[in-house]
């Protein structure tokens, strides 16, 4: 994920532009984003920075009023980039999500021991003890489900390891989830002041919802990895008994 995109790269290049007209930016991204909270704060400098430039001819206060007011709207404005300078994914980098359907033959041949069990198991540990250190950050039972999601995926990590599926879609899913998915999901969230946990986003969720909802999407997708692993070894081994059979059944 970068901000360095042609969009960001064109909003930057207007706010240089109008640097005199600082003050008024975060009014903006309020107004253009429909934060009526963001929107108030702008009101705020602009009305300030608008006084003391428009009202008061005199200088020194007026003059210290209109800088603090350009000062703490820039500011303000990198805190709220998120808002108006949107991070995207690298073109040249797919989304996984789109693409988790496309496997490269030469997986095929590599199997979860290969890739580095030790790289997927210590990816679930950072998410259990980010969860545990934050625990009283975070909303409802999602603590509880990122916890389950872990024991989960580290049972699913071990049997890999002991067992091979060497089946390359389900190394991808599984991989992606510890490394990817999941620690994306809660640094995602953590990055959030504890303050705009509950505002509503222009999708109508809050990151509280948010964030109950993907961990449910997450633990789902665990559990059907879990699932899986336990019946392609079931039919693994039920195929080495039908061969035996017919092998040695005779004697």
Not at 86 to 110: I, L
Not at 111 to 132: K, M, N
Request: hydrophobic share 45%; aromatic share 8%.
């Amino acid at each position: 994920m970068s901000r360095l995109t042609l969009g960001n790269v064109v909003k930057v290049a207007a706010v240089v532009i109008f640097l005199p007209l600082l003050a008024y930016l975060v009014l903006v991204i309020g107004a253009v984003r429909k934060d009526l909270r963001t929107a108030l704060e702008g009101l705020l400098y602009a009305g300030a920075f608008s006084m003391a430039v428009f009202v008061l001819h005199s200088w020194g206060a007026p003059v210290l009023l209109a800088l603090a007011a350009m000062g703490t709207s820039g500011v303000r404005s990198w805190h709220l980039r998120d808002l108006w300078l949107p991070a995207r994914r690298r073109w040249w980098k797919p989304d996984p999500a789109k693409t988790s359907t496309v496997v490269d033959p030469g997986r095929a041949k590599r199997t979860i021991a290969a890739e580095g069990s030790e790289q997927l198991l210590s990816a679930v540990t950072w998410v259990r003890t980010h969860a545990d250190v934050n625990r009283r950050r975070l909303p409802g039972d999602t603590h509880r489900t990122l916890l389950q999601t872990c024991q989960v995926l580290e049972a699913v990590i071990a049997a890999e390891e002991r067992e091979p599926t060497g089946d390359a879609r389900f190394e991808y899913e599984l991989d992606a989830m510890a490394r990817e998915y999941l620690p994306a999901v809660l640094r995602n969230y953590l990055a959030i002041a504890p303050s705009r946990v509950h505002e509503r986003q222009p999708n109508g969720r809050t990151p509280d919802e948010e964030l109950t909802e993907q961990l449910r999407l997450l633990s789902g997708q665990s559990d059907a990895l879990y699932a899986s692993h336990h019946r392609r070894v079931v039919a693994e081994m039920s195929t080495t008994g039908n061969f035996l059979r017919e092998k040695y059944g005779h004697l």
